[in-house]
């Protein structure tokens, strides 16, 4: 299987959700599917048809060889056209899993190449309905903290060539992780990645994900949104939706 390596641990020693492991019981130990970045994926600005608007979009990416810089405000020479609602600190890094890429590749009847998402990082092994908000990856030196799920829009859809993709990707329940660069430095495709869960109360990528069709949220449940280190432009919306519910005494 292309991008996976093996190592032997204990069951107690797992550092990774388990929902990302391949386990056989070998004598007392598990046999652990461990994950690995497959592709590094960079695109320029490309000219994209989205229903009625001509635009330009950076979402055609393509695998990039060798070592490839990044920053805190994402990978270098990656073109992010559309600034409002993509790109910053917070949305730096887009993450999108092995696992997920083989269920579209099953569910569509065709081999999709990393980067077909417009992710910036591919990584085996990794299902991303199984991340929480503030859970960090690390690939050499480099340290991402997850931020938010990805919410479809027509430019995904218009890469995909299927106006009707957007309900396709909200059904999957597969959005992909937003990242944060903690720490930035040097990747390349083929190095080993862990993962390090985050320590305080936060909530799930999967549960954010819904949570962004719904009209309304509880106090609560913003409040809880608002403990988790969630991206700057999620925060920004869910401070106004509290401050609505304060103001109407609901």
Not at 58 to 68: L, Q, S
Not at 129 to 154: F, H, M, W
Not at 171 to 179: D, F, N, Q, V
Request: net charge neutral; charged share 20%; proline share 6%.
């Amino acid at each position: 299987m292309r991008g996976f390596y093996f190592l032997l641990l204990t069951t107690t020693d797992l550092p990774f959700p388990p929902a990302v492991y391949n386990q056989v019981q070998t004598s007392g130990k598990e046999t652990i599917t461990m994950m690995k970045l497959i592709s590094v994926n960079i695109g320029q600005a490309r000219p994209i048809n989205n229903g009625k608007v001509k635009s330009e979009s950076g979402i055609f990416k393509m695998p990039a060889a060798g070592p490839v810089e990044i920053t805190v405000n994402g990978i270098e020479n990656d073109a992010i056209v559309d600034v409002k609602h993509h790109g910053g600190p917070d949305q730096a890094i887009y993450v999108y899993g092995g696992s997920d890429y083989a269920w579209w590749s099953a569910e569509l009847g065709t081999e999709l190449d990393p980067g077909t998402f417009g992710d910036n990082l591919t990584i085996s092994g990794l299902e991303s309905a199984q991340y929480s908000i503030g859970d960090r990856l690390q690939i050499g030196n480099v340290i991402l903290e997850v931020t938010a799920p990805r919410i479809p829009c027509g430019t995904l859809a218009a890469r995909m060539g299927d106006r009707g993709f957007i309900k396709r990707f909200r059904k999957a329940e597969r959005p992909g992780l937003y990242c944060r660069v903690i720490q930035p430095g040097t990747v390349q495709a083929g190095e080993a990645v862990t993962y390090q869960p985050y320590q305080g109360e936060t909530v799930t990528i999967l549960e954010m994900f819904r949570d962004a069709y719904e009209q309304s949220l509880s106090a609560e449940t913003l409040q809880r949104y608002l403990a988790a280190p969630i991206a700057i432009r999620d925060r920004k919306h869910k401070e106004k939706q509290l401050q609505k519910l304060v103001a109407s005494g609901s």
